[in-house]
């Protein structure tokens, strides 16, 4: 028996404490983006857990032994007290990365986030010609305030990631999309197709770019890595309808990140609420460290206990770890299906059907993320 309570080699007996916290403090946002990772049903405000339970979940995050705090949402900018949640981050230990849109910050409140300890802005842009992005984050006037939060960040010294979401209706911008990310001084850019969960799964057909665009997308990124080699730092992120092999779910199901709702629910993957029949603890009820190691949930999906063939006698099953288990869910009907983004599954072939037939397709007109509330 492992230290947990699970079985050696069942629920990952050799578990590790996750180096990662993603903390959605909000689903509140300005912008619409259409390839939104957040649920269909997003929490409501009364619901958000309170600074004062914040603070306590990051003291026993760091008792834990978690390294990297992501302030995420929605917008986490529009809590009043995430100043407070920074501060408490800069006295655990925790690096700490702001995940922002941008569009509400001002230099001012910026100073005071960074004068507090934070460490780190991520800011996501649409396109890099201006009309494009706006129309897709659904936000007049963003892409120029994006910029200037932007050129803030540097400013204050404080280092700077832009992440791109790319799709069919931005794709071709890809190439002014790296300059501009050299011109703003970033010092890592994330090209990330979008992954078909939640919002973006409704607008796939909009979203979805052609095989040919993905593979010269990649042949972009490779020659942008080696030109600006020491410059910029270029993650690239591929969808799963063209790939071959499964992307491991957040490193593994409940191995390295740990995910808290806007209402307290720990989660194993942002999406993981997705499958029916898990229940989710919630830290107004249990101790992080307990749920780490103890929940049902996130022991469920650990290791390789769970995997059916042909997932259970692959040579690649400690790599992807099964793949993404909302996925093969959504698409096969059973969460411990083989992820249909491996060859190797009997339903890779429709899987991939689906990405070629909508591309193909006139992309019809967004359905936009809108305050659709959870009951």
Known sequence: MSVNGAKDGDAAGDLKAPIGLLAELTHRCPLQCPYCSNPLALERVNGELSGEIWLDVLAQAAELGVLQLHLSGGEPTVRRDLEDIV????????????????????????????????????????????ANADRIAHYAGGHAKK?????????????????????????????AIIELAVALGAHRLEVAHVQYYGWALENR???????????????????????????????????????????????????GIITITPSGNVLPCHAAQSIAGLAFDNVRQRRLKDIWFASAAFNAYRGTHWMREPCRSCEFRELDWGGCRCQALAFTGAASNTDPACDKSPDHAAFTAIALTDSSRPAPPFAFRRPRAAR
């Open 87 to 130: 501060a408490q981050a800069a006295r655990l230990g925790l690096y700490s990365n702001l995940i922002t849109a941008g569009v509400l910050l001002t230099r001012e409140r910026l100073q005071v986030l960074a004068d507090r300890g934070l460490d780190h802005v991520q800011i996501s842009i649409q396109d890099s010609v201006a």
């Open 147 to 175: 910029l200037q939060v932007a050129r803030w960040t540097r400013e204050l010294k404080l280092p700077l990631t832009i992440n791109a979401p790319v799709h069919r209706q931005n794709i071709d911008s890809l190439p």
């Open 205 to 255: 057909q909009a979203l979805m770019p052609t095989r040919a665009q993905v593979l010269h997308s990649a042949e972009l990124v490779d020659k942008a890595r080696t030109r600006l080699k020491g410059v910029l730092v270029i993650d690239f992120v591929v969808p799963d309808y063209y790939a071959r092999r499964p992307k491991p779910c957040m490193g593994g199901w409940g191995r």
